[in-house]
């Protein structure tokens, strides 16, 4: 008696595996911008600024530039 699996399976583990990561892959995806998201409402609702420069280096003031 052969084991029937089905129209749309073809027995073939790398098909499997390539489906498998490719929604992993999107969840991955999905699951960053929601905590992007998150993030940038928090810090809104807090009245805080993402980041915060406290030093820069090798870069010159508005008065130095010159156009090219």
Do not use: C
């Not at 998150?38 to 609702?45: A, H, N, Q, V």
């Not at 980041?51 to 156009?67: F, I, P, S």
């Amino acid at each position: 008696m052969k084991w029937h699996s089905g129209l749309w399976m073809t027995g073939n583990p790398f098909l499997h595996l390539a489906a498998l990561l490719e929604v992993i892959g999107v969840q991955f995806i999905s699951l960053g911008l929601i905590g992007e998201l998150m993030m940038r409402t928090y810090f809104e609702s807090q009245g805080k600024k993402a980041y915060t420069v406290r030093d820069t280096l090798n870069v010159e003031t508005q008065e130095k530039r010159h156009a090219a």
